[in-house]
T-cell receptor, first 110, second 112 residues
Framework: QKEVEQNSGPLSVPEGAIASLNCTYSDRGSQSFFWYRQYSGKSPELIMFIYSNGDKEDGRFTAQLNKASQYVSLLIRDSQPSDSATYLCAVRSSNYQLIWGAGTKLIIKP | DGGITQSPKYLFRKEGQNVTLSCEQNLNHDAMYWYRQDPGQGLRLIYYSQIVNDFQKGDIAEGYSVSREKKESFPLTVTSAQKNPTAFYLC???????????FGDGTRLSIL
C-alpha cells in the first residue's frame, strides 16, 4: 500500500519566522510532488509542485525533495498570519495514482 | 473566466433519497475526480474519469455513482445506499497526467 504521511500538527510558528512542513512517501518511484493549502471550510488550492528532477522556489515558498530519504518539504519564509491553514501534500506514485497525505495544520502567531 | 464550478454549495438529503452533485469545468481538462472530505480528515477518492464515457472507482465508491457524457461535466450521485453521506465533496480536474489537479469550491452535504 503506497502511503504519504504528514504530521497532523498543529505546527505553531511566530510571525516572520520560517515554517517548515514535511511529507514522507513510501513509493521510491514517485515522480511528482504537490503542495496544497486549505483554509478552514474551503477547497484546497495549489501552492506549488515539483518533479523528481529538482527543487523550486516561488516567492516566499520553496519546495525541496530529498529522494534518498523519501520526503518532500515546503518552506514558507517570512510567515504571515494569512498562511495559517492546513497544508496537504500529494504524491504521484509510480503507477500514476495520486496519493494524499492527511495534512498539517499550520498556525502563525502574530 | 476558466474554472471548475460545483453546485449547489449546500445540499440536504432526506432518508432514502438520491441526490446529484454537479461539477462543470471549462478548462479543457481531460481528467476529472470526485473526493470526499470528512471533518479534520484528508481527501478520499470516490471516482475518477480520464476520458469521456469512461470512469473508474476510487477507494470509497460504494453508495456513489457517476457519469461522464461530456468532457466538461462529471456529476456525482449520492445514492440512498450511502448510509453516512454527510461530508464535504470536492470535484477536481487536471489537464495532463503529470499536471496538478485543481479544485472547485466544494459541496457540503448533510442529512435532514
Amino acid at each position: 500500500q503506497k502511503e504519504v504521511e504528514q504530521n497532523s500538527g498543529p505546527l505553531s510558528v511566530p510571525e516572520g519566522a520560517i515554517a517548515s512542513l514535511n511529507c514522507t512517501y513510501s513509493d521510491r518511484g514517485s515522480q511528482s510532488f504537490f503542495w496544497y493549502r486549505q483554509y478552514s471550510g474551503k477547497s484546497p488550492e495549489l501552492i506549488m509542485f515539483i518533479y523528481s528532477n529538482g527543487d523550486k522556489e516561488d516567492g516566499r515558498f520553496t519546495a525541496q525533495l530529498n529522494k534518498a530519504s523519501q520526503y518532500v518539504s515546503l518552506l514558507i519564509r517570512d510567515s504571515q498570519p494569512s498562511d495559517s491553514a492546513t497544508y496537504l501534500c500529494a504524491v504521484r506514485s509510480s503507477n500514476y495514482q495520486l496519493i494524499w497525505g492527511a495534512g498539517t495544520k499550520l498556525i502563525i502567531k502574530p | 473566466d476558466g474554472g471548475i464550478t460545483q453546485s449547489p454549495k449546500y445540499l440536504f438529503r432526506k432518508e432514502g433519497q438520491n441526490v446529484t452533485l454537479s461539477c462543470e469545468q471549462n478548462l479543457n481538462h481531460d481528467a476529472m475526480y470526485w473526493y470526499r472530505q470528512d471533518p479534520g480528515q484528508g481527501l478520499r477518492l470516490i471516482y475518477y474519469s480520464q476520458i469521456v464515457n469512461d470512469f473508474q472507482k476510487g477507494d470509497i465508491a460504494e453508495g456513489y455513482s457517476v457519469s461522464r457524457e461530456k468532457k466538461e461535466s462529471f456529476p456525482l450521485t449520492v445514492t440512498s445506499a450511502q448510509k453516512n453521506p454527510t461530508a464535504f465533496y470536492l470535484c477536481a480536474s487536471r489537464y495532463r497526467d503529470n499536471q496538478p489537479q485543481h479544485f472547485g469550491d466544494g459541496t457540503r452535504l448533510s442529512i435532514l
